[in-house]
């Protein structure tokens, strides 16, 4: 059994540019959430898609949005990049949505803006 | 979300007991206590819930106040690996709940 993986690990970009980051969820997971964490904090909820559609959302803005495809893989894509978007971002993939789920986290990937 | 306080850090000696605390006062009764860890260089990993009653798997055990206004996470004997931010986190009944962080609290253990 795989666990979550994420690509790419780590990913420079400058401002004003787009980017999009991948994540395979765990086998027998339907459910993906995506986490940002910036330096020294604890991980913010970005969005959660179950079955291919959007059905959480934190306090993030319209430019970042994500897709889930029928394997239940998943992609995040921010669009017009700024510098305060430099953190490292967290997939997590789980069975379901209940309370009682427990989520598997990705090592995330590496986001630098410059 | 209900919030959750914890210790910035704590420090063990290696093969000791850890007791790390997590107060949450204002818990409503149908919320669940999670607790991830976050290795260094790794995203956050799953250690243990519950609700009321007090909770052991394989990596620790869970101990619930009676009044459910704090827990305490317990490792029986820390080993270097141990040694990363322990998060306390309150979880909604509702569905489609999303974990919530907070700083959590660094541990390190001492050799």
């Known amino acids: 059994e795989t666990g979550v993986t994420q690509s790419p690990t780590h990913l420079i970009k400058t401002r004003g540019q787009q980017v999009t980051l991948r994540c395979s969820s765990q086998?027998?997971?339907?459910?993906v959430s995506w986490y940002q964490q910036a330096l020294g904090q604890g991980p913010q909820f970005i969005f959660q898609?179950?079955?291919?559609?959007?059905?959480g959302r934190g306090n993030f803005p319209p430019r970042f949005s994500g897709l889930q495809f029928p394997n239940y893989s998943s992609e995040l894509n921010v669009n017009a990049l700024e510098l305060d978007d430099s953190a490292l971002y967290l997939c997590?993939?789980?069975?379901?949505?209940?309370?009682?789920?427990?989520?598997?986290f990705g090592s995330g990937t590496q986001l630098s803006v410059l | 979300d209900a919030k959750t306080t914890q210790p910035n850090s704590m420090e063990s000696n290696e093969e000791e007991p850890v007791h790390l605390p997590c107060n949450h006062s204002?818990?409503?009764?149908?919320?669940?206590i999670h607790w991830y860890r976050q290795l260094p260089s790794q995203g956050p990993e799953y250690v243990i819930h519950?609700?009321?009653s007090n909770v052991n798997n394989r990596m620790a055990s869970l101990a619930i106040a009676e009044d459910r206004k704090s827990s305490t996470l317990i490792l029986h004997r820390a080993t270097l690996r141990d040694a990363a931010v322990y998060y306390c986190?309150?979880?909604?009944?509702?569905?489609?709940?999303?974990?919530?962080f907070g700083k959590g609290t660094r541990l390190s253990v001492i050799a």
């Open positions: 898609y179950y079955r291919e559609e959007e059905n």
């Open positions: 086998s027998g997971h339907n459910t």
């Open positions: 986190i309150l979880r909604g009944f509702s569905g489609n709940t999303p974990l919530v």
């Open positions: 997590a993939s789980s069975v379901g949505t209940g309370v009682n789920e427990k989520l598997f």
């Open positions: 204002t818990i409503s009764g149908t919320d669940y």
């Open positions: 519950g609700l009321t």
